[in-house]
């Protein structure tokens, strides 16, 4: 679960993404120039890219250390099976994100 502030932060992002990704849709209507529209679909790549990675660091910091026992280093087979699933979910995730 984010945070409140984290939250926050990451639906201004997306508004942000969502906001590009309506100015390619206009870009594209209007018929501008392929060049003009494949920098902004960068700039929308890297910034949807931004955003995976402070969700990434997000998950890793809070995420994680909750399934090890709500920020306690809990002990014991379910507490290992817990972080385990929640690092396994993590790396599938990272190999399957784009660089």
Do not use: F, W
Not at 51 to 61: G, K, P, R
Not at 76 to 94: C, F, K, T
């Amino acid at each position: 679960m984010l945070t409140e502030q984290a939250q926050k932060a990451m639906l201004a992002r997306m508004r942000r993404i969502e906001g590009q990704a309506k100015g390619v849709q206009r870009m594209i209507s209007e018929d501008r120039d392929c060049l003009e529209i494949l920098n902004q679909l960068a700039s929308l790549r890297s910034a949807a890219y931004s955003a995976s990675v402070e969700l990434t660091e997000h998950y890793a910091m809070q995420c994680v250390r909750d399934a090890s026992g709500n920020g306690t280093l809990a002990e014991g087979p379910s507490a290992e099976a817990s972080l385990d699933e929640a690092m396994r979910g993590l790396v599938e995730v990272l190999l399957r994100t784009p660089h």
